[in-house]
Every structure is written in structure tokens, then in C-alpha cells.
């Protein structure tokens, strides 16, 4: 696959994605147009994962059903730019939802396209193009960030809404013409059959730590970019929604310094690596705790929480498309109904903590999140309770000096070889 073409598919994972995240940095005047309060508000984001989770359910499947997933990703596309056209002229709250959760269900194209990328690749450039792919994921829930709070302040929170419907048309019209056939050997399965098998995933051990793992992932990740909006708008800081979006450049530069994540899984790593990153993302939460009195140690703990969740997202999806190369979408489809709900408990629990607790509980939140998340790693990779505290201790002492990666190679097998 062309270095354009992975691009292309790149910004579809963006452009979908970010329709659900779109609402994060702008929670306070969203909530404002449709009379919600602020211990609620989180739940505008909760609304698109929940589409989320149904599309995952039902919609991933036909992945391995048709007979050309090229088709399928327009179709989708389009679906999803009419959910977020909608939003756009929502007068409700009740029709905003609505749409809101359309374009969440439909979003999942994101996985219909990853799963595409890996089907395309060779085995020794999967990990890599899965890991360019899905930094488009991350490039669209962080740079929708900027994106919102620059246009929010222009032209108000429902021109987000506009821009990325007119995007998702765009490339529904586009990918059918430019990407190339998958011309795959097999027949696709049918659809009663793919959505059975997601239950049989449930049993295998592999999918189901890799499942949990995301799911404690992406609660913590939840945590703070859906409660992010709310301490920086309140005192000391003050801060509008264009200078609050610019956060989404320090993610940015976190979750683009993982882009080798994927070089990293074709080389046999991604258990080790996953269990590296998770143990750095507990210690991210110590500084983003400090939020209160310092943006800096805020801008630190992001770029280290965004760099571990991209590289454990990668790590798993590696390892489960290599285990399942035969139904590549409806295993990244089971798994990523881990990830939504996940998100979705994330974004829906920080506002409130927020709201009883402030900050301070936001953050022992997110810091008990992400220690589900490496318990259920250690679990999984049969590593004892000392084990994982001596790789802590070495996370701190060391920092992210790559002398620390190896530490735990030879306490953990790789994921692909399990």
C-alpha cells in the first residue's frame, strides 16, 4: 500500500472519529443550547459512544460479509456525514442526541477501515500500516480539539458539525474511486455467522485480556479529554474554547511520537511495550493532577498519556488481526465495543467526579483506570504483583529512556505468539 493511500485512509478514521469527539471542548455552550446542565453534560459525548457501541455490534460484522469493504466504508461515510449534519440544525436537545448517536453508530467505518488496511498489507508491514491508520483515530479525536474551540469561537459549536458532514461526503465520493480491490480468497462469511462468532471471542483469553485492557484504557483516556474542558474554563484559568482546543496539539504531539508502535509489533514487541506504556500511563496522571497550579506539568502528563494509550491501541490490534487474519473486521469490532464502552464510562464519570470533587477526583479517576488497565495486562501475560511494581519503579527512576523497554522482555511473551 502506497504511502498516499495510507493517508487517505488515515484521514477517514479521522474525519469519522471526530464526529464523536467533536462536543469535548465545548460541553459548557452545547449544553447552554440545549438546557443541560453541567453535572450532565458529559453525557453528549456518551451519547455518540453508545451509537458507537451499537454500530460496533452490528454494523463491524458486515466487514467480513461483503464482498468489497470499499463500498461499505462510502456507505458508511455518507450515513455518518448525515448524522452530523443533523446535529447542525438540532433545535432540541432530544434530536441533537439523536444525531448525535447516528453519526456514533456509523463512525464505525474507522474499524471497517483498519480492518481493510490490514487485509491489504503484507505480514511484516502490518503492524506498520495498522499504526499509520490508526494515528489517524487519535490525529481526529485530538485535532478536532483544535479544529472545534477555533471555529466554536467564530462561528459557534454547530460549524464544527457542518465542516465534518461536507468532510465525510467528501471521502464517501473518494475511496471507492481511489483505493484498490481487496481481492480477497476466501468467501465472506455470513452475516448470522460473523455476528456469532463475536460471542466465541469472548472465550479465547487473548481477546478477552486485550479486550479489558482497552476498556480501562479508554475510560482513563475518557477521563481526561471529556472533563479537560471544565477545570481550564473554571478559575484560575478562564480559559475560552479556542484556547482550550489548542490542548489537542499537546495530544497530538504524544500520540504522533508513538507512530512507531506498529514498527514495534512487526518486530515481535507489543506485549512488552503495551505493558511499558500502561505503566506510564498511571505515572502521566500524576502530573495532570497538578492541572490546579501548573499548565506545564499538565502539558507533560498529556503528551506521556496520549504516547501510552497509541501504543497499547496499536499493541492490541497487532496482535488480534495476526491471531484472526481470516476476519480481521469482526474481531476489531469485538474488540472495539471494549473501547466505546470504556469511553463511554470515562466521559460520562469525570464530569460528575468534576462536578463533587473537582479536579483532584477526576484525576484519582483517571489514575484508577489506568491501573485496571496494566492489572489486566499483568494478568494476561502471567506476570506477578512484584514483577509489575519493580517495572514501575524502573518507569519512574528511568523516565522514557529506551534503556527501560527491554526490562520486561523477558517476563512477558509477545502477544502475536500467544
Sequence with gaps: MDVWRRLLLAVVCGVAVAGVYAAQPVLTPMGDSFGVSAGQSGWIVSTGQFG??????LLV??????AD?????????AITAVGLLLTSVAPTAWMAFTALALAGMFAVVVQTTVAYAASVSPPAERGRNIGIVTSG????????????GLLAEQWGWRSVYVLLGAL????????????????????????????TSLGALLGE?????????????????????SGLSLPLSDAPWGFGEGRIGMFGVVGLAGALGAARAGRWADAGRAAPMAGFALALLILSWAAIAQLSWSLWLLVIGVVLLDFAVQVVHVSNQHTLTSAHAERTSSVIGAYMVFYSLGSALGAAATTSVFTSHGWTGSSVLGTGFATCAL??????????TGEVQAHLAEV???????QTIPTITDKAVDGTAE
Excluded: K, N
Design 52 to 57: 458507537y457501541l451499537a454500530g460496533l455490534v
Design 61 to 66: 460484522p458486515l466487514g467480513d460479509v461483503v
Design 69 to 77: 469493504r470499499r463500498r461499505l466504508i462510502a456507505v458508511h461515510l
Design 137 to 148: 483515530v487519535v490525529t481526529g479525536i485530538l485535532g478536532v480539539r483544535i479544529v472545534t
Design 168 to 195: 465525510a461526503l467528501g471521502l464517501a465520493v473518494l475511496v471507492p474511486r481511489v483505493l484498490p480491490p481487496e481481492g480477497r480468497s476466501r468467501r465472506p462469511a455470513g452475516y448470522g455467522q460473523a455476528l
Design 205 to 225: 483469553r487473548v481477546f478477552l485480556t486485550r479486550g479489558l485492557i482497552a476498556f480501562f484504557l479508554f475510560a482513563s483516556f475518557g477521563t481526561l479529554w
Design 375 to 384: 492489572i489486566a495486562w499483568a494478568v494476561g501475560e502471567g506476570l506477578s
Design 396 to 402: 519512574h527512576d528511568a523516565g522514557v529512556s529506551r
